[in-house]
């Protein structure tokens, strides 16, 4: 049986829910007071989790130590603290909805994390409103 | 690959643990203080999970507003500062465990999410005990 | 300087919130939904502060295992699954808003923690609503 | 002795730490990561504390309900999916730290809080950071 | 389809990542500062969970105070206030890392748990890692 | 009026509730199973508190990067992962409850904030106990 392993990692960005292929007006109508033209912002959340076989070794399924900075130097070092509309290539053409960001985040990670090994990341976008990428 | 969604409510109820088909020595060797003849009560948290697709158009897998609503009326607004045993349709016959509350909240809220996505609840009685269906 | 020690417990009841010398129409009006005749309950977290001097010896302004105790003999045994208005003394005539629970929490303790300690209790009614007593 | 209310409420917004009366270069050393130019955001997380004379007619310091409606018309619509820099008259020339909004959050609450009554509040800008005014 | 019951539960434990097989500098390279040869340690959180049909009398899937009796007296009374490495048998050649403790308490659950239920423990070192088995 | 500032920080470390001029068995009697000569763990929890002016030019009372800083420096880089009774010269003969761990913190600190600033602990040894020097 396989043991999971998950980190918790934290970034502070401002967003806005747009996708530019829609009207101002059908912007305005799906996203509500999430479409403000200036931003707002969050306090993401975002928990790794990182599936597969314990080490008899260590006792590890991997190094949470290199879990953290994998997570810090692909992710909340490129997030932490930007306009995810703005500052970032991943969202200039993508929305940056809660489950957007969650596949993103999905995406950059699955690169570094060897294929012997399941991932999933969940991300929260408020105490109350959260997300999980793949389902 | 699919994406779940999730949203976080709440609700306070007064309830008792008692099946009225078994004798009160029954009831009181089952339920315990659980069982107490005047109630008690809890402030339950929910979180309602929706697993689907992404709309490429939305960025979303639901819209979390439209489902912050389903559940406030569909759940919280019939619970909320309500004796479930007494006050209830649901619980006039069945025993308002934390089980069975999760249950008859995923059976009410099966009725309004779509059959292309998959819904589960989580429910809080207490910070220490919570349950899941389906599991 | 002095040192504050803290405690925190747990208990859950029912209540309603009904003021027997007003009528019902006031009581509803007053309290709304918090009036609902078959009560509704809470998860009460209650947090006790005691400032005193450090015992040189101990290093322990009180022990908190004596403070755990003494919570749980004269507070938490007592209104743990039970319905505040119906099954204690305390709020037979008192109306049990989260203040007069604090309130009546710290007139029990206040007996039993010696005079050259101060005292406060911090009574959660909700994850949004608490109260402290003496303010 | 007085009885203390607390009430919690939250908001999402853009901002950035900036100074117009500094240099750019003032701005950027003494902000950091803070100061850029296209704004970060926060979950805030302000609680806010009256305390009064119990009412010996309702149990209550104030009416909470009251108090969480007073807190959404004149803080949170106000701040909530804003760029604090940008869209509020509040912070056009005041600098948008934690310690600001606290002070701001405040000033609106106190014209609409009778004066027999002590108000503070509490702002978390994160899990780690939070402030206080009036200490 | 099942339900799933969870139970919470907490230990305060001495622990320090050492594999005996190892030589002490692979272990100082391996376990870094939670090699410290003279311990350290953690408020562990447990919480298990337990799968099964829910039971058409009682509305249980198990007496979460049946479970919550089963983790204290085989869990948590067996390691709180315990130095993991020298006061228990079973991390004397077992590396305590939160996945072979998770592992661990799952297997000492086994036995006790009817084998119609399925078993699944996750076990939290500090807020930000935390891990579960059988994944 | 002024402004608090606070900062949360985070430690693991081992210890043992011991006075050396006890005999063992009133160590033993005392101090319970905090007593267990293998020595137990936490993860403590710190935040520290910093009253003063709003600096008109920053908007801060502190900048709380440095505030975070010296934290880490002063006392987590210290504490973190060590054994407090046998790897810190603070607790070789002073026992290390949570009421002597804060003020020791307070002491560290104290001599590094400004004069002009109030400064206060609180220590988290578990989520149910906490204490705050001064108080």
Redesign the interface.
């Known amino acids: 049986?396989?043991?999971?392993?998950?980190?918790?990692?934290?970034f502070?960005?401002?967003?806005r829910?747009h996708?530019p292929?829609?009207s101002d007006e059908e912007n305005a109508k799906?996203f509500?007071?999430?479409n403000?033209a200036?931003?707002?912002?969050?306090?993401y959340v975002l928990i790794v989790k990182v599936?597969g076989e314990?080490d008899p070794?260590?006792?590890?399924?991997v190094?949470?130590?290199w879990l953290?900075e994998l997570i810090k130097e692909h992710v909340t070092d490129r997030f932490?603290?930007?306009?995810l509309n703005?500052?970032t290539e991943e969202f200039k053409e993508?929305?940056?909805?809660?489950?957007?960001i969650?596949?993103v985040c999905y995406q950059i990670l699955r690169k570094h994390v060897g294929q012997e090994l399941?991932l999933q990341v969940r991300l929260f976008e408020?105490?109350?409103?959260?997300?999980?990428?793949?389902?």
């Open positions: 049986m396989k043991t999971a392993v998950y980190r918790r990692a934290r502070n960005a401002a967003h829910l996708n292929v829609l799906l509500g007071k999430c403000n200036h931003y707002h912002g969050h306090n599936v314990l070794v260590t006792g590890f399924v190094d949470l130590k953290k932490d603290h930007k306009n703005l500052d993508v929305n940056p909805t809660a489950e957007n969650a596949k399941e408020t105490e109350n409103n959260y997300v999980e990428y793949p389902a």
